[in-house]
Every structure is written in structure tokens, then in C-alpha cells.
């Protein structure tokens, strides 16, 4: 209760927010929905509580803003006091987000990033950039000792962009993806540790690549049905600015399926591979096992892929419990996943339907795997 009430107080002060309520007409329940579509200065106030084990435990805050027409609020405001869901069908609408993390262990960030659609999503763009001192630790294959690795510091920008285009009226859309990443490294190593594979301290990479997607999700921000299936092809190559000639595929897919009006089950699996005639890469040019619960790094390869699914219980419609587990794998060679020695990590959360209009949901997980444990504020599902 003390939480939500130092929230409002904080958003009470924002100019021209004085006759919006927080409070949603339909339930009684508190609701930012009539915040962020009626003020102009109106936002999202997400808390960052970091306990990625890889950076160490810090926090810090995200500021989320929802841009729309006055057309497009009013439409949505008006199925919004008709239906208890109405409003979280139509279009996502443009979205920025603006904030910044720290941690104990010296690791600092700051980041902004926009995603806009077009002519009825007929055209997506979205731009991801930041700034920051990332320290991390790094350790190689998953065979390697996990509890003892090489701590990097990188230091530096990094730029993501995706522009795609929608084939007629179907799902697929296809386009263009560029990632640009300069950093400088400085080694933080125990004596006697071996660190030759880490030659360039001030690396480059850049790419260019061509991406591919089916997406017929509900939603953007919580889908509950439907699915995204995604491939990426980026070609990191030293004229296009970088120090490396590299490639990296990335295939992924996501898929909801509604088993009742309260229930939802959800599919993920990840596929990255990285191939390259370079004696050696950066090290965070490796892909990983992306899994809540083990630390990002801790297992890499050339060949990474990771499988999770999760369910979703809708207790109340304020209200969503979950629990999901996941496996993962990383080789130096692609026919070796899932045969040996593979990572697995599990977790519950809950997430409360802060925005009815726009069907956003807020929460937090709590994950488990054989050498960490963590817990996220997360948007979304999770996925």
C-alpha cells in the first residue's frame, strides 16, 4: 500500500495530471490507463531491480509513453467501457522508452527506444541505443568451470534497428536489420589466469542483415494468442565499419495457445549460431542460452538454442499467475545440442493489469537454475 501511494504522489505531480483518476471506472481498481492516454507528460514508471547474476544486484527506472491520435485515444477509451478487455485488441500504439540502470558491481547504462508502425502496421520501425560501463563475466564453453570466468568491462555505444514491411495483407513481413556495437575493453583477472583470447580491447562490430517474420499475435505488449516467427541473417563485416568479418543467424519462435478464458499456454525456442573464419571473436559476439534464471554468459558457443514454456492462469482479470521452465544448450558445433550436459532453469510470477485500455501488464519473476537464481520486473509475458 505504501508503495502505490508514493506512485501516486509522484505522478499527482506531473504537470496537467491533476483531473485524471487512477482508478478504473469499470472495476474500482487502480489503473495508469486514463494517465497515459490524457497526459501529455503521461508515462509508465517502471522499476528496474537488477539481480542478473552476471552484473551483480543494482536498479534503476524506465520511463514507458504510449503516443496516439486523439482518434485513436477516443476509440479506444470508448471500447475500454464496454468490454473488460476492450481497447487491448487494436493497434499497439506507438511506444518510446526512456531510462537507466546501475549496480554494485560498477556496471552503469542508459538507454532510449522507440517502436512506430504505419498504415495500419503495414510498415515497422523500432530503434533500440545506449550508453554504458557493462561489467561481465564471461565463461566460455559449457563444459568450463562456472564458477571461475573472465570479467570484462566494456565501455561504450551501442545502436539497434529494424525496418520491415508487410507482404499484401498477410502476416509475413520482411526487411532490414542493422546492429552497430564499439566498446572498450578493460581485463579484470585473478593472477595466473589465462586471458589470450582477449587481444582487441577496443573492438567494433557492425552489421547489416535481412530479417523475416510471421506475426499474427493479439498483442504486443501481453499476446495471449498467436504466434511470432521470426529469422535474422546479419553479415558483420569490416566495411561496414567493423573489425571482424562474421556471420550470425538467429531463428526464434514464439507461440501463445488460449486453452480457456483463463488459461494460456506459451511455447519459446531459440536458435543462434555464429560463423566466422576469425581465429577469434569478442567475446560478447558469442551467442548465449537466453533463459530467466541463468546469468547471460555463462553458457556460449558458436551453437546456442534454448526451449521454454510457460503457463499463464488468469486468477482474477486484474490478476495472472505464471510458471515456466526452460532448457538450454551451447557447443562449439551445431549437431552437438541437447546431446550432453544441458542447463535447465524454472520460475513462478504474477503480473497485474496495470492499463486495461491498452492491456499492459507489470510483474515480477522469480527463476532457478543450477548456479543462480533471480528475480525480474518484467512487462509483458516474459518472453
Not at 504522489?9 to 487512477?22: D, K, N, T, V
Not at 486523439?70 to 470508448?78: T, Y
Request: proline residues 4%; negative net charge.
Amino acid at each position: 500500500m505504501t508503495a502505490r501511494c508514493l506512485l501516486l504522489a509522484l505522478l499527482a505531480c506531473s504537470p496537467g495530471s491533476q483531473a485524471i483518476s487512477f482508478f478504473d471506472p469499470m472495476d474500482g481498481q487502480f489503473d495508469m490507463g486514463e494517465y497515459l492516454a490524457n497526459n501529455a507528460y503521461g508515462f509508465l514508471p517502471v522499476p528496474i531491480l537488477v539481480t542478473e547474476p552476471a552484473v551483480g544486484y543494482g536498479g534503476g527506472l524506465a520511463g514507458l509513453f504510449l503516443h496516439e491520435s486523439e482518434a485513436q485515444k477516443e476509440q479506444r477509451r470508448q471500447l475500454a467501457e464496454t468490454s473488460v478487455k476492450g481497447g487491448a485488441q487494436l493497434l499497439t500504439p506507438a511506444l518510446t522508452v526512456v531510462g537507466g540502470l546501475a549496480t554494485d558491481n560498477d556496471t552503469w547504462i542508459t538507454f532510449a527506444g522507440h517502436r512506430r508502425s504505419w498504415q495500419q502496421d503495414a510498415i515497422r520501425y523500432t530503434l533500440m541505443g545506449g550508453y554504458g560501463d557493462v561489467h561481465m563475466t564471461f565463461y566460455g564453453p559449457k563444459d568450463s568451470d562456472k564458477n571461475r570466468g573472465v570479467t570484462l568491462a566494456m565501455e561504450g555505444p551501442g545502436l539497434v534497428q529494424k525496418l520491415q514491411f508487410r507482404v499484401g495483407e498477410s502476416a509475413l513481413l520482411l526487411g532490414l536489420s542493422q546492429k552497430l556495437f564499439a566498446a572498450d575493453f578493460t581485463l579484470d583477472v585473478a593472477p595466473g589466469q589465462v586471458v589470450g583470447d582477449f587481444i582487441n580491447l577496443s573492438p567494433t562490430v557492425s552489421s547489416l542483415g535481412l530479417l523475416a517474420e510471421l506475426d499474427t499475435k493479439n498483442s504486443f505488449l501481453f499476446p495471449t494468442d498467436g504466434y511470432q516467427y521470426t529469422a535474422e541473417y546479419l553479415l558483420f563485416r569490416q566495411a561496414l565499419g567493423g573489425d571482424y568479418d562474421f556471420d550470425a543467424l538467429t531463428l526464434s519462435a514464439i507461440h501463445y495457445w488460449p486453452l480457456d478464458k483463463r488459461w494460456t499456454l506459451g511455447f519459446k525456442g531459440v536458435y543462434k549460431s555464429v560463423t566466422t573464419d576469425e581465429v577469434r571473436l569478442p567475446a560478447p559476439a558469442y551467442p548465449d542460452i537466453d533463459l530467466r534464471g541463468i546469468a547471460r554468459n555463462r553458457y556460449q558457443g558458436n551453437y546456442t538454442a534454448a526451449i521454454e514454456t510457460q503457463m499463464m492462469w488468469e486468477v482474477t482479470p486484474r490478476w495472472l499467475t505464471s510458471a515456466f521452465a526452460g532448457l538450454g544448450s551451447a557447443t562449439a558445433k551445431g549437431q552437438d545440442l541437447f546431446r550432453e550436459d544441458n542447463a535447465f532453469a524454472y520460475g513462478v510470477g504474477f503480473r497485474y493489469l496495470i492499463a486495461r485500455r491498452y492491456g499492459l501488464r507489470t510483474g515480477i519473476d522469480v527463476a532457478f537454475s543450477e548456479f543462480d537464481d533471480a528475480f525480474y520486473f518484467t512487462v509483458g509475458t516474459g518472453f
